[in-house]
């Protein structure tokens, strides 16, 4: 999963990023909003711990248990009935990727070399998980640099401002999904 040295560092910092604004966002919002911040929080600093180049840190196989373990609960917590079926769904596909690429790091996959030849997974389970977050990042991407205002007569502008909540939390799902995809191409 861990590519080259550079761009593993780059995954690690935009992941914990995201996880830490996710974390700062916890505490001023309540209800499923907090539960879907923390949620991303928690996606954001495993999805950085994950990328931490090779030649860093090379955890036990065991690690890669706990990872599953964790994931798994974070999986079941996004599953149970609630209003906003579609953002828990997306979090439950997220959390199975990540139980998957620690399945993959746990048997000696990933390209990086956590010990053992680069198997990288099931190529079909790969190949469902890269379309899924390729359309999620296609689908929502555009929307958050040019959304159409209908009081501008059709001109194109931001609907909030740059540096405003609104703006940030669908980048931060954006940016954590393409990330994703980084992680899934060099497993």
């Known amino acids: 999963m ?8 780059l ?7 995201t996880g830490a604004y996710c974390l700062l966002r916890m505490r001023s919002c309540s209800g499923p909003a907090r539960e879907a911040a923390g949620a991303e929080a ?7 711990a994950m990328a931490v180049p090779a030649t860093v840190f090379t955890p036990p196989r065991w690690h890669w248990v706990v990872y599953a373990a964790v994931f798994g609960a974070a999986a079941v917590h996004a599953v149970r009935p609630r209003r906003h079926a579609g953002r828990h769904l997306h979090h ?6 990540m139980i998957y ?8 996959g990933g390209s990086g070399g956590h010990g053992g030849p680069a198997t990288g997974g099931v190529p ?3 190949g469902a998980l890269l379309v899924y977050f ?8 555009p929307r958050l640099l040019i959304p159409l205002t209908a009081a ?23 940016s954590m999904a393409i990330a994703m995809l980084a992680m899934l191409l060099t497993l």
């Not at 995954?11 to 990023?17: D, G, Q, R, S």
């Not at 439950?92 to 990727?97: D, N, Q």
């Not at 690429?101 to 000696?108: L, S, V």
């Not at 007569?153 to 931060?172: I, Y």
């Open 124 to 126: 079909v389970v790969t």
């Open 134 to 141: 390729s359309l999620y990042a296609l689908r929502s991407g």
């Open 42 to 48: 928690l996606m954001g600093f495993g999805m950085a």
């Open 92 to 97: 439950s596909v997220g959390c199975l990727a």
């Open 11 to 17: 995954l690690m910092v935009l992941c914990a990023a």
């Open 152 to 174: 501008g007569g059709g001109a194109l502008a931001m609907q909030t401002s740059p540096g405003s909540s609104s703006t940030l939390v669908p980048a931060c799902r954006v």
């Open 2 to 9: 861990h590519g080259p040295g550079m761009s593993g560092w």
């Open 101 to 108: 690429m620690a399945a993959a790091m746990a048997t000696g």
